[in-house]
């Protein structure tokens, strides 16, 4: 029988949403039903004798609640992680993903073992930024992920099982459910810190992604204007909400100086985040100026701290990770 046909036996087809074998580790998503937890053993057993086949899962993407009963909301489990910090913005586009990396690099450059961990489903950018390919995760001892690593950390993106030019389609639980998959199932190792760079935004994703990990304190990015701003505080209020600590806002693009005259721009303006961080009561972590060394390093695959270690950029992302780490303590 094929893994279908077996999968079928179990459950019926409008409730099959995947079944995805990536190198012989074999991940079943069904979709509108309650967890099953039985149903889901025994196909598990019985998928997992198939030639070729090392480790199966079977996701539940979309768990409904019996009337009545609150969620019982767990944690996932990240093994071997000591602290997670999630780099969230409210507004897409404002640097988040430059200064997770950046900023994962930076503390690694301060002693810290790291982990980046890229959730953004609507446009993973960790691969491109990191140097490593785009595939499916190696297995590991047949039975885990074995992280990518580059320049000292271990990464592992959600753009290695999507298709980086159709994310949409990965929306709602089912999006949650390979996070989860890839987070609880990969071989970190002995991590400090875990540095996760989440989706922009404050929709259910978000949400669910915000309950589930055990995040020790999130870093919003926001540029200085004021549109940006709305949408940071937003996210500062969901994530307050839910009861996630924030551990403070970083102004990025906060201004530019022109390296033939030295001459300052504030572009988008500037100080708005340090005077909304001090509105809503957060730390203000720092400033990282727009810089087009920022840019050009993030998209060629060597983030700037690894490119240019001593200059002022690097500086700056390296204050704001020391600060990290005294809140982290
Ligand atoms: N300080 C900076 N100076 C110059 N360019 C920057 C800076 N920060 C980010 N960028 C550039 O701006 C663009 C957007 O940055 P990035 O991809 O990090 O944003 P994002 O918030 O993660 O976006 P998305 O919401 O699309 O994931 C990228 O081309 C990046 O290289
Ligand atoms: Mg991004």
């Not at 090392?54 to 019996?66: A, D, E, L, R, Y």
């Not at 093994?79 to 999630?86: A, L």
């Not at 580059?150 to 389609?169: C, E, H, Q, W, Y």
Request: proline letters at 5%.
């Amino acid at each position: 029988m094929t893994e279908e046909e077996i999968v079928k036996k179990y459950f019926a087809p409008e409730h099959i949403d995947s079944i995805k074998n990536f190198n012989g580790r074999l991940i079943v998503t069904l979709k509108n039903i309650p967890e099953q937890a039985a149903a889901a053993e025994q196909l598990k057993a019985e998928l997992s004798v198939l030639d070729g086949i090392k480790k199966v899962s079977i996701v539940f993407s979309q768990t409904s609640q019996p009337a009545g009963m609150a969620p019982e909301i767990e944690k996932w489990r990240i093994n071997g992680v000591k602290k997670i910090i999630g780099v969230a913005s409210g507004k897409g586009g404002v640097g988040k993903s430059t200064t997770a990396v950046n900023l994962g690099l930076a503390l690694a450059n301060l002693g810290q073992k790291v982990a980046l961990f890229d959730a953004d489903i609507y446009g993973p950018s960790l691969p491109t930024m990191l140097g490593f390919e785009n595939t499916p995760p190696i297995s590991y001892d047949g039975k885990m992920f074995e992280p990518f690593q580059n320049f000292g950390v271990k990464a592992m993106s959600i753009g290695s099982l999507i298709d980086r030019n159709t994310p949409l389609i990965w929306r709602g639980a089912k999006a949650c459910g390979a996070i989860e998959q890839l987070l609880t199932e990969t071989n970190w190792g002995e991590i400090d810190v875990m540095v996760i760079d989440m989706p922009p935004g404050t929709g259910d994703i978000q949400i669910t992604l915000s309950q589930r990990i055990d995040f020790d304190g999130i870093v919003i990015v926001s540029t200085p204007q004021d549109i940006a701003l709305i949408d940071a505080i937003k996210g500062v209020n969901m994530f307050k909400k839910i009861g996630v600590k924030i551990l403070g806002i970083v102004e990025n693009m906060s201004y530019y100086i022109c390296e033939k005259c030295g001459h300052r721009a504030d572009i988008f303006g500037h100080e708005g985040a340090r005077q909304t961080a001090e509105k809503l009561g957060e730390t203000f972590l720092g400033e990282i100026p727009l810089h087009i060394k920022i840019r050009e390093n993030a998209d060629n695959g060597t983030p700037i701290v690894m490119a240019e270690p001593d200059s002022p950029h690097t500086k700056a992302y390296e204050e704001i990770a020391a600060k990290i780490i005294d809140e982290l303590k």
